[in-house]
C-alpha cells in the first residue's frame, strides 16, 4: 500500500521503516505530529500478517497519541512504533539493540514507551542503546505502574461526569457498575468505595470479584450483565469496542466514566449516547493518568506535578461537556477538536526541540 493513499493517512509527519537484516528487525515508526514536542507514544510487538496490517496500525495508534498527549496538556506529540514479529518467540536482545538504534536514527523526534507485547523486562534491554524511552521502573524516577495514577484520574472524570449530568458533588449513594477490577478499576472501586458508592462488578477473574464483594461491599454481576445492568455510572474498566449498537440501546446508565480503551466500537456510537442522553466521557481523556505518568519520566516532574495534573483531567473533561451541551454534539466529537485546537496551536509557537 502506497503510505500516502492509505485511508489511515493523516498528514503524519514522517513513517520509517526499519530493516535489519542481521538481527530480523522488522519495525515501522510512525511519527503523526510533533506540534507539542517530541512525539511520544509506545512500541507495539505483533506477528502482523501483512506490512500493511503493521503500518495501519501504525498510522491509526500515532495519530490517537497526538490527540491523547494534546489533550492532557502535555509537551508532547503523538508517535508509534510496530514491530512485526511474535512477542513469545521473535524476541532477541540483538533485535532490541537494533531497534533502539532505528529509534536513535530519528534524533529524539520519536520517544518511545511500552505497548502491547512489550513486557516491563523488555525496556532495559532497548534502553542500553537508546536515551529516547519512557514509562517503566527506572530508579530515581517517577513512572513505572501507571495503573495507580489512571485510576485517580478516572475516579476524577468520573466525579466530574457525574456532577455535569445528575448535579451532584458526591458519588455517595450512586450506583455504579464497574466492569473490570484490574489495576484502573479495582483502584476506581476502592476511591469510591470510601465516598460511599454502592457498586456492582465483574470480573473473568473470581478472586478480583471476591476481594471487592469482601472488602468493598460490592455485588457481583456476571460479566455478560455487567455493561447493561441498572445502575447509575457504567465504568468500564477492562475491554475495547463496548458501546455498540447492541449494548447502547439497552444501557441503563446515565454516564458512562471509566479507564478502558477505545470503548465506541465505532465513533458514531457517541452521538447514539448523546442522543439517549448518556453522557460519555472520552477515553482517551479519562485514562490520560497513565500517559502523564510516562510524561512525568520525560519532563522529570515530581509526584506532585503528576498528581496535579491528573487531576486537571476532571477540568479538561468538564470544558468539553459543557461545550458538547452548548454545540449539540457528541462529547467524543468535541474531544476530538479540542484536541486538534491545541496541536494548531503549538504549531504557531516555536516548536519543543527534541533532546
Ligand atoms: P488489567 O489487565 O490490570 O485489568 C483488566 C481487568 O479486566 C482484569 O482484571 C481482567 O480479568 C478483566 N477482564 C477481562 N475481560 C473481562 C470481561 N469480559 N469482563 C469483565 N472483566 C474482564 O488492566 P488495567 O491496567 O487495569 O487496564 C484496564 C483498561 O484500562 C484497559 O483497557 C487498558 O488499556 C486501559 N488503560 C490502562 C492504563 C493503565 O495505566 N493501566 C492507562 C490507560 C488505559
Redesign the pocket.
Known amino acids: 500500500m502506497n503510505v500516502f493513499d492509505s485511508p489511515d493517512f493523516d498528514h503524519h509527519e514522517a513513517v520509517t521503516f526499519f530493516d535489519d537484516v542481521n538481527t530480523g528487525l522488522k519495525a515501522i515508526i510512525a511519527i503523526h505530529s510533533t506540534a507539542l514536542g517530541p512525539a511520544c507514544g509506545g512500541t507495539r510487538m505483533y506477528p502482523y500478517i501483512t506490512t500493511d496490517a503493521a503500518l495501519t496500525d501504525a498510522l491509526r495508534l500515532s495519530k490517537g497519541m497526538s490527540y491523547k498527549n494534546a489533550i492532557a496538556d502535555l509537551p508532547l506529540g503523538g508517535g508509534k512504533a510496530c514491530i512485526i514479529g511474535n512477542p513469545a518467540t521473535d524476541k532477541s536482545d540483538a533485535k532490541f539493540a537494533a531497534y533502539a538504534e532505528a529509534i536513535n536514527t530519528l534524533g529524539g523526534r520519536y520517544v518511545t514507551a511500552m505497548d502491547v507485547g512489550i513486557l516491563p523486562p523488555d525496556m532495559p534491554v532497548i534502553a542500553r542503546g537508546t536515551k529516547f524511552i519512557a514509562g517503566y521502573n527506572q530508579p530515581g524516577k517517577a513512572g513505572g505502574d501507571?495503573?495507580p495514577?489512571?485510576a485517580l484520574g478516572v475516579f476524577g472524570g468520573l466525579k466530574a461526569a457525574v456532577k455535569h449530568r445528575l448535579g451532584v458533588d458526591t458519588t455517595k449513594g450512586l450506583r455504579v457498575a464497574i466492569?473490570?477490577?484490574?489495576?484502573?478499576?479495582m483502584g476506581v472501586a476502592k476511591r469510591l468505595h470510601s465516598e460511599g458508592a454502592k457498586l456492582i462488578v465483574?470480573?473473568?477473574?473470581m478472586f478480583?470479584v471476591k476481594e471487592a464483594v469482601e472488602k468493598l461491599g460490592a455485588v457481583a454481576a456476571t460479566?455478560d450483565q455487567?455493561v447493561t445492568v441498572e445502575c447509575d455510572v457504567l465504568s468500564p474498566?477492562?475491554?475495547?469496542a463496548i458501546l455498540n449498537d447492541q449494548s447502547i440501546a439497552r444501557l441503563h446508565a446515565r454516564v458512562v466514566a471509566g479507564?478502558?480503551?477505545n470503548q465506541l466500537a465505532r465513533d458514531h456510537h457517541g452521538a447514539m449516547l448523546r442522543d439517549r442522553d448518556i453522557l460519555y466521557a472520552p477515553d482517551y481523556v479519562i485514562?490520560g493518568?497513565?500517559i502523564i505518568r510516562v510524561a512525568a519520566q520525560i519532563e522529570n516532574w515530581s509526584d506532585a506535578e503528576v498528581e496535579r495534573r491528573v487531576c486537571a483531567i476532571a477540568d479538561t473533561l468538564t470544558a468539553i461537556f459543557v461545550r458538547a451541551a452548548r454545540d449539540g454534539e457528541p462529547t467524543n466529537v468535541i474531544a476530538d477538536r479540542m484536541a486538534v485546537e491545541r496541536m494548531a496551536e503549538g504549531k504557531t509557537r516555536a516548536p519543543k526541540a527534541a533532546e
Open positions: 501507571s495503573g495514577a489512571t466492569q473490570g477490577l484490574g489495576k484502573v478499576g465483574a470480573d473473568t477473574d478480583a460479566p455487567i474498566n477492562a475491554l475495547g479507564g478502558a480503551n485514562n493518568g497513565g
